[in-house]
């Protein structure tokens, strides 16, 4: 189980979270709704150990991680997706993923990670040796996925993995993100600003605003509730 | 025709040193986007160290070691006083003169307590009249080991930042820090370890120009520093082969204006130069050109 | 603030100084002659203080070769007085204004840099002067130096025919700083000193107020230069001598370190300074052998322990804006088109692409004069962009944006901003060292017409501008609620406060459109409504508001129209109410249909 109790998260005089409470078991996928600013990318980097919270707590597993750096947390099995597409441009597909492996993973072989990339998306096999910063916006999507479940994680974050990139592309995505769930123990915790995917895969959301959650509960609840539009678009 | 080619020679040699010390200021660029304005007097600490202690009747192979281990020290404790608590404040304003306060401060303390003097850099492999013949021309020995040591050494960091997994963390962290950090790699670590390169680099640079130069004097870093600096820019921040470059074309074009000429008109040509290249074309040969996102 | 403190700092001001000037002038008669040199040497410290204050301290460019400049005056004015046999009264100023076109020129040179490669250019231009002094022996003397150069020292110096002796010599200089520092203090005072600290903070949104960045830097620049040439004129006449090692790279040195231990971004901070580093040397001989290992130091943890300098631990901050009469300020006059057509704004199949990948495609809309237009969509749809587009931060790969009929894409955003078109940003760009008043007439910059030398010296007609918009400037801080902060350091405000802040700033600027960039963010219930009362008042007095926001109950009760963006397309132009049942924007921002969303299973492991 991942949690965060009271999270707090200030940038200067920008309070982004005030007092969030949030969890995820693993096995399970969580959807984190709300509109821009609501604090979505303020909380996943806050679980991920990007930012430093204010006060509150990031548990892992019941243990207290608050003051652990991001790369030690990487290490613990989480691993984040930042929002923007980040990847490092100037190195190749391959490199990419070798260096999602092997600061997470002492030794072993980053092949395999990389062969069931490649199946899954057959479209960065052919690109291998091509600079990450060349791809398609779709390409480099498909790319950060792949980094981010190379390891087989504990804990997958997704921060808007499907920002400006065309519908064909966000199903394929998805996709994905259920297959490495579904069968694993991996727990998914996706944010997003469009609705519908992320509740079609997911078991939980939780809906923050203004820096807090006020509603969670069962995907499907929302799913047929027809105030969560009117909600989520005021 | 000896002369001008003698003087091209020459060029290229010096202009391997600058390439050196321009990669020694890009490692922390890479990292941190700063860069020690005092890198001056690092080169010019670890020289002075090596004299001092070869004039103890220390062999070279000891002094030379230690005077890198010094200026490796140092530098890192640039990364911690001056850099790491004013790069937050934004700006570049604090860590700029906050470095250059460390060179001066490094600087003063040698010249108090060795003298402004300059000193005479004792020979290490070749002496200053060792020669060897290459196609008809004089080639000093002294001049040829510098330039291999520099070539060498850039072979082999090329070799580390393409093919290692370290030397792939330094490039994560040089485009992304946060990135990098959730990818798993020690950010914190990386940055002390470039600066640590940085400054065994600076050090070893400082000892190759005396070779050359044969004298050391408190003061002789800064100069340095700049041209470092020029060349860096000229070849693309963080390109290895392009500081190399960049750093033998500034290297010809000082020697043989300089021969021509005269030296002021030398120093002139760098600045020259880098002008240029800021108004031209800012991101140097192999540079990439950054993108303001407002 | 203190008020003993506040009473110091307006006493201090202006007259307590003047009659400070006139005994120190007259002390000068019967003062020993070691005072003498010294009170000189701390004038000519003072001058080269200044010189680096106002180019680092207050417009945000650092220089690390100033000493440069200082030779340039110094070896011009005494080669003038030795090789054209020129008077004192001609040979100084002659040599300050070289130093001054040499400084604008660099200014090109540097404009276009990034700050650091900025700081280590001027290393570079103050080591080639050093160079170029060494060198030319035939010019300057070369290593042994120029001598015997007319001054107070050797007694060897006169002006309008009066004998010159040290005591007169200094009287001398006393008046010329006396005059000016009151220049200096006038012109920081001014709008155009205001926007030197634009520049500092944010070059962005100085260009987004009408501040243009390249003429402000060479403006700064060439000022600096001059007073450094100053200060190397004076003391090539005070010491009689001058060699390259005057003015090596410890002479800049010495220049920052005043400055900065001093306090950088206010007049007195540089005056202690050279007080301080003049003194000590001269009396504590311990200080002199160790003098450059406490510079290195002092620049090492200067910003560290003593951000602001000396004058920021002693005295209160000064005021920004001129000492003047406060007028009631004209009610701004409704904007009205110039041309006859109504659209104000005009955006035709605008297009741009950052490496390659399109931000917006072909983006067509327009907005008419008056109204109050809403632009929303998804995050990453364009929205930011297309603003940054409209006003001229960025430039369309295709298509075109007419304002008022006239072209405007291409066109730098001073450019923009000067023709009525103001912004704000997503987080406010304000001074954070300035007041509330003071950032919100940093947006009235684009309607002053007096020039920066009329401020310096405070004609009538200058002082009664600034008159008018101080008090145009207040009407429009109660507007928007922070009348009881006016007067505070905006870093002290809340948030909310601070937007409030930069939303007064827009509207002193009487914009003719005004693009708002999620003004409404952070906001509580109070400032959101303030916000309403502020933007309806806006469209009131005719200007145009195009309005980026989330928050649909905020748009609802201020647009006249919507335009939704998804994926740098506009999806949607029309009234609020039919957005909804658009089909185009519910896919946009929903998905596919709410109800046909089945979310699949998942097997729980226990």
């Known amino acids: 189980m991942l949690e965060c109790r009271d999270l707090v998260v200030r940038y200067g005089a920008i309070e982004a979270l005030h007092g969030c409470n949030l969890s995820v078991a693993e096995g399970t996928t969580t959807a984190v709704l709300g509109a821009n600013g609501a604090g979505k990318s303020s909380l996943m980097k806050a679980l991920a150990g990007v930012v430093q919270p204010a006060s509150g707590r990031v548990l892992v597993d019941g243990q207290d991680v608050t003051g652990l750096p991001a790369h030690k947390r990487a290490r613990l099995g989480i691993s984040l997706a930042l ?152 | 025709m000896t002369f001008t080619l003698q003087l091209i020679f020459a060029g290229v040699c010096v202009g391997a040193t600058y390439a050196l010390i321009a990669i020694g ?113 004089r080639v000093s020995s002294q001049y040829l080991t ?80 700049i041209l470092g600096f020029v060349a860096a820019v000229f070849g693309g921040m963080g390109s290895i082969a392009g500081a190399l470059i960049g750093g033998i074309a500034l290297g010809v074009a000082e020697k043989l204006a300089g021969g021509f000429v005269s030296t002021a008109f030398g120093d002139a040509m760098a600045f020259a130069i880098l002008m240029a290249v800021l108004a031209i074309r800012p991101q140097g040969l192999f540079g990439r050109r950054e993108i303001l996102k407002v | 603030m203190n008020p003993a403190r506040e009473a110091l700092a307006r006493v201090a001001d202006a007259r307590v100084a003047l009659v400070l000037v006139v005994v120190l002038g007259v002390a000068a008669e019967f003062a020993s002659a070691s005072s003498i040199q010294l009170w000189s040497f701390v004038l000519v410290n003072m001058l080269a203080a200044q010189s680096i204050n106002i180019l680092t301290g207050i417009a945000g460019q650092i220089s690390l070769g100033h000493a440069g400049f200082m030779s340039i005056g110094a070896y011009g004015s005494a080669l003038a007085m030795i090789k054209l046999g020129l008077p004192l009264p001609l040979s100084v100023p002659l040599s300050t204004a070289c130093s001054a076109i040499v400084g604008w020129a660099l200014s090109f040179a540097v404009g276009r840099v990034r700050e650091f490669y900025l700081a280590m250019m001027t290393l570079g231009f103050g080591m080639i002067l050093y160079e170029l002094v060494r060198e030319w022996s035939s010019l300057t003397g070369g290593v042994a130096g120029l001598s015997a150069i007319p001054s107070a020292a050797l007694a060897s110096l006169s002006a309008f025919g009066v004998k010159l002796t040290p005591a007169r010599y200094f009287q001398l200089m006393l008046a010329v700083c006396a005059l000016v520092i009151w220049l200096l203090r006038n012109f920081i005072k001014s709008p155009y000193g205001r926007a030197f600290f634009a520049i500092q903070t944010s070059e962005v949104a100085a260009g987004s107020m009408g501040i243009p960045r390249a003429a402000t830097k060479r ?82 943890l200067s910003f560290i322990l003593l951000p602001r300098g000396l004058a920021g631990l002693f005295l209160p901050r000064p005021r920004y804006y001129a000492a003047t009469q406060v007028t009631g300020g004209a009610k ?59 006003c001229g931060l960025y430039r369309p790969t295709g298509g075109r944006i007419l304002f008022d009929g006239s072209r405007v894409d291409g066109l730098a955003d001073h450019r923009v901003a000067r023709l009525g078109v103001i912004r704000t940003f997503q987080d ?89 960039d999620e003004p409404a963010a952070g906001l509580s219930e109070a400032e959101t409504q303030r916000l309403e009362a502020v933007l309806k008042s806006l469209k009131d007095s005719g200007a145009t508001v195009v309005l980026i926001d989330h928050h649909m109950e905020f748009l609802r009760g201020l647009v006249d129209e919507v335009v939704v963006l998804d994926s740098g397309k506009a999806i949607y132009r029309g009234p609020m109410a039919a957005m909804y049942q658009d089909e185009k924007v519910v896919e946009a921002y929903l998905g596919s249909s709410v109800e046909e969303a089945e979310p699949a299973k998942r097997s729980i492991d226990a």
């Open chain 3, 219 to 300: 403006l700064a620049y060439t000022l600096s230069a001059a007073l450094m040439g100053l200060a190397g004129a004076f003391y090539a006449h005070l010491v009689g001598y001058l060699g390259p090692e005057s003015f090596d790279l410890n002479r800049s040195v010495e220049a920052l370190v005043m400055a900065i231990i001093g306090g950088l971004g206010t007049l007195v901070g540089p005056l202690l300074g050279s007080l301080l580093f003049t003194y000590l040397p001269e009396r504590l001989q311990l200080f002199a052998e160790y003098q450059f290992i406490v510079y290195g130091a002092l620049l090492l």
């Open chain 3, 332 to 390: 701004s006059e409704p904007a009205a088109p110039s041309s006859d057509s109504e659209k104000l704004l005009q955006i035709d199949g605008v297009s741009i692409a950052f490496l390659g990948l399109k931000a917006l495609d072909g983006v067509s809309m327009d907005v008419k004069a008056g109204h109050l237009l809403g632009l929303i969509g998804p995050n990453g749809s364009g929205k930011s962009t297309l603003v940054n587009l409209i």
């Open chain 3, 428 to 516: 406010p760009r304000l001074i954070r060292a300035f007041t509330v008043r003071e950032n919100v007439l940093l947006g009235a910059h684009r309607l002053y017409s007096s020039n920066p030398a009329s401020f310096a010296f405070r004609w009538r007609g200058a002082m009664a501008q600034e008159g008018r918009f101080l008090g145009e400037a207040d009407r429009v801080i109660a507007q928007v609620g922070l009348a009881h902060v006016a007067d505070t350091p905006v870093h002290e405000l809340t948030y909310g406060d601070q937007r409030m802040t930069e939303l007064a700033r827009a509207v002193l600027a009487r914009p003719r459109l005004v693009l708002l």
């Open chain 1, 83 to 234: 929002e923007g597409r980040r990847l490092f441009h100037s190195m190749t597909v391959q490199e990419n993923l070798q260096l999602a492996w092997e600061f997470r993973r002492s030794g072993g072989d980053a092949r395999k990670g990389m062969d069931k990339a490649f199946e899954s998306f057959p479209v960065l096999a052919s690109r291998k040796g091509v600079a990450a910063g060349l791809l398609s916006g779709g390409q480099q999507q498909m790319l950060i996925l792949s980094c981010a479940l190379i390891c087989e994680p504990r804990y997958l974050l997704l921060d808007e993995p499907s920002l400006g990139l065309a519908p064909a592309i966000v199903q394929q995505i998805f996709r994905v993100i259920e297959q490495a769930a579904a069968g694993s123990r991996t727990a998914v915790l996706l944010s997003e600003q469009v609705v519908a995917q992320a509740l079609r895969v997911s078991d939980f959301a939780f809906v923050l605003q203004r820096g807090t959650v006020v509603r969670h509960g069962r995907a499907e609840e929302f799913a047929r509730d027809p105030a969560l539009s009117a909600a989520y678009l005021s």
């Open chain 2, 146 to 225: 510098v330039l291999a040591c520099c070539i060498g050494l850039m072979c082999v960091m090329e070799i580390f930042i393409r093919r290692t997994r370290w030397g792939r963390a330094v490039r994560a962290v040089a485009h992304d820090a946060e990135a990098a950090a959730v990818a798993g790699v020690p950010v914190k670590r990386v940055v002390v370890a470039s600066f640590a390169a940085s400054g065994a680099l600076a050090g070893l640079a400082g000892i190759l120009v005396s070779q050359i130069t044969g004298t050391v004097e408190p003061q002789f870093g800064f100069n340095l520093v």
């Open chain 2, 25 to 137: 200021l890009t490692l922390t660029f890479w990292s941190t986007r700063t860069m020690n304005f005092g890198q001056g007097s690092l080169l010019m600490v670890a020289a002075v160290a090596a004299t001092t202690l070869m004039s103890a009747k220390l062999s070279a192979y000891a002094a030379v070691p230690i005077a890198l281990l010094l200026s490796t020290v140092l530098m890192i404790l640039v990364e911690r006083i001056a850099i790491r608590p004013l790069a937050r404040l934004g700006g570049s304003m604090g860590w700029v003169v906050a470095t250059l306060g460390f060179g001066l401060l490094l600087q003063g303390i040698v010249a108090r307590f060795f003298g402004s003097q300059a000193i005479m850099f004792p020979s290490l492999v070749f002496g200053p009249l060792d020669f060897v013949t290459i196609a008809g021309i």
